[in-house]
């Protein structure tokens, strides 16, 4: 069965400093990656993508993620983090014809 | 360009009382459509989804349906709410091409139930 794992449910961080959420995944077949934002009373807004090729990929709002098959991991990076990117990110794996899995999310807070 | 509305964005209702989410999609045909529910602090939880008119699968049993009576137009529905149908629901599109496509989320619907 496939299944989505963020291990960090809150992170705190502060404005300027570097961001790295985690993600793990567990899917038998060549997984569909993705990470999702979604500021508070919103829908989520897509990231970025993983599905074949260069396993770093670049995202919007200067977002990166790197696929590491061996660790079944899909972990996003930023280097510098703005007060606007305090929300909650969504990992998912798709599956099937376009079914997915979500991670139960990890809230980011973002101080001075 | 493709828009995604939902309505209404909040709703209070008894517990008991029926319940209709529209969700309509704009700018694409045929779309993939997706229902899911968001519980604090648990992630989404998909409902139901439909690649055609008509054509609807339950992804939980609950105590919700969902019904496509138009190509590009999704809708939720309850007989008798239940105080644990509270939750942010969201509805959701995807490109029908037979393989894995991006999601694209609605707005969302906060629903109470009292």
């Known amino acids: 069965a496939q299944s989505v794992t963020q291990p960090d449910i809150h992170i705190t961080v502060s404005e300027g400093a570097s961001l790295e959420l985690r993600c793990n995944y567990s899917?038998?077949?060549?997984?569909?990656l993705f990470w999702y934002v979604q500021s508070p009373g919103q829908g989520l807004q897509l990231l970025l993508k993983y599905f074949s090729g260069d396993t770093l990929v670049q995202g919007i709002k200067g977002f990166e993620a790197e696929f590491k098959r061996s660790q079944s991991s899909f972990n996003l990076r930023k280097p510098s983090v703005h007060w606007s990117d305090a929300a909650e990110y969504f990992c998912?794996?798709?599956?099937?014809?376009?079914?997915?899995?979500f991670g139960a999310g990890t809230q980011v807070v973002v101080t001075p | 360009s493709q828009t995604i509305h939902q309505w209404p964005a909040t709703l209070v209702q008894p517990v008991g009382s029926p319940l209709s989410l529209e969700c309509t999609v704009e700018?694409?045909?045929?779309?993939?459509l997706y229902w899911y529910r968001q519980a604090a602090g648990r992630g989404l939880q998909l409902l139901f989804y439909?690649?055609?008119?008509?054509?609807i699968s339950s992804e939980v049993p609950q105590n919700l349906s969902a019904s496509r009576p138009q190509d590009r137009q999704f809708i939720l529905s309850s007989k008798k709410l239940l105080l644990s149908d509270s939750g942010f629901y969201l509805c959701?599109?995807?490109?029908?091409?037979?393989?894995?496509?991006?999601?694209?989320f609605g707005p969302g619907t906060r629903l109470t139930v009292l």
């Open positions: 959701a599109w995807s490109v029908p091409s037979g393989r894995v496509n991006e999601q694209f």
């Open positions: 899917y038998g077949a060549t997984p569909y």
């Open positions: 439909s690649v055609g008119i008509g054509q």
């Open positions: 998912a794996v798709g599956y099937s014809w376009g079914k997915f899995q």
């Open positions: 700018g694409t045909s045929n779309p993939n």
